[in-house]
């Protein structure tokens, strides 16, 4: 997948853990209530792994209900609630749901994303690499937030370790993590984007941790263009969760 494509994950990332591995409940995060009639705008592109537009996707606001069906090139537009935490799913025929969790948009602004869709058998052969083949998969960015920065060598940290973390062999975009890979993040071209993987990830957990380690990373919550990403994020079963670390 191509590096445009990721131009606007700017997701999420860590917060403190309330529970330990060994007592975990299935839990339905809240969402913030609306502050009185404000309204904000979320537009996109729904993609597939080559880069290509998915037409015809489903694209959901959890809990408030708000969709909107992609069209020809794959876009989308979502008129939302403002300064209210936002969880999209991507849905497509064939395809396993994408989720962008756990957003707010300013009033009256415009925040953009892009939601990559695998199919549901690449899925399903991700998730086996993990010690949960019922649970969920994770695909985590590495970005830099000056954008000259570089993650090799570091390490991505899932607490509790609840899902297997494992890495691509070339380090660029969202190839499939390779099991004889070196369990660090390999070397990249500056500019361009590393991903790592959780995989087989315990679902319903109500908050989960992603850290790197081996190199100093920016704490959410991150602000950017009008969009604040407070850093918390749960994982479904069968679904594609989207998360961003970001480095100085």
Same mark, same amino acid.
């Given at each position: 997948?191509?590096?445009?494509?990721?131009?606007?994950?700017?997701?999420?990332?860590?917060?403190?853990?309330?529970?330990?591995?060994?007592?975990?409940?299935?839990?339905?995060?809240?969402?913030?209530?609306?502050?009185?009639?404000?309204?904000?705008?979320?537009?996109?592109? =729904?993609?597939?792994?080559?880069? %290509?537009?998915?037409?015809?996707?489903?694209?959901?606001?959890?809990?408030?209900?708000?969709?909107?069906?992609?069209?020809?090139?794959?876009?989308?537009?979502?008129?939302?609630?403002?300064?209210?935490?936002?969880?999209?799913?991507?849905?497509?025929?064939?395809?396993?749901?994408?989720?962008?969790?756990?957003?707010?948009?300013?009033?009256?602004?415009?925040?953009?994303?892009?939601?990559?869709?695998?199919?549901?058998?690449?899925?399903?052969?991700?998730?086996?690499?993990? %010690?949960?083949?019922?649970?969920?998969?994770?695909?985590?960015?590495?970005?830099?937030?000056?954008?000259?920065?570089? =993650?090799?060598?570091?390490?991505?940290?899932?607490?509790?370790?609840?899902?297997? =973390?494992?890495?691509?062999?070339?380090?660029?975009?969202?190839?499939?993590?390779?099991?004889?890979?070196?369990?660090?993040?390999?070397?990249?071209?500056?500019?361009?984007?590393?991903?790592?993987?959780?995989?087989?990830?315990?679902?319903?957990?109500?908050?989960?941790?992603?850290?790197?380690?081996?190199? %100093?990373?920016?704490?959410?919550?991150? %602000?950017?263009?009008?969009?604040?990403?407070?850093?918390?994020?749960?994982?479904?079963?069968?679904?594609?969760?989207?998360?961003?670390?970001?480095?100085?």
């Amino acid at each position: 997948m191509s590096n445009r494509q990721h131009a606007f994950w700017s997701f999420v990332v860590v917060a403190s853990l309330s529970g330990c591995a060994d007592n975990l409940a299935p839990h339905t995060t809240p969402e913030t209530p609306t502050t009185g009639n404000d309204r904000a705008t979320v537009t996109g592109h =729904v993609v597939d792994p080559s880069g %290509a537009p998915v037409a015809g996707a489903t694209v959901a606001v959890r809990a408030s209900g708000e969709h909107a069906t992609t069209d020809s090139l794959g876009t989308f537009t979502l008129d939302v609630p403002a300064n209210t935490t936002l969880t999209l799913a991507a849905t497509a025929p064939n395809m396993a749901p994408t989720l962008l969790q756990q957003f707010l948009v300013s009033p009256g602004a415009n925040g953009m994303v892009e939601l990559p869709l695998i199919t549901s058998d690449h899925f399903k052969s991700l998730v086996a690499m993990g %010690a949960n083949p019922a649970g969920g998969v994770v695909a985590v960015a590495l970005r830099s937030m000056s954008g000259s920065g570089n =993650v090799a060598g570091a390490t991505v940290q899932l607490t509790p370790s609840l899902g297997r =973390v494992m890495y691509a062999a070339t380090g660029v975009g969202m190839a499939d993590p390779d099991p004889a890979m070196a369990s660090v993040v390999p070397s990249v071209v500056q500019g361009d984007e590393s991903y790592a993987w959780a995989l087989g990830v315990q679902p319903h957990v109500s908050i989960m941790q992603l850290a790197l380690r081996g190199i %100093a990373e920016i704490e959410p919550p991150y %602000a950017i263009d009008d969009v604040t990403w407070p850093g918390t994020f749960t994982v479904d079963a069968g679904a594609l969760t989207l998360v961003t670390l970001f480095t100085k």
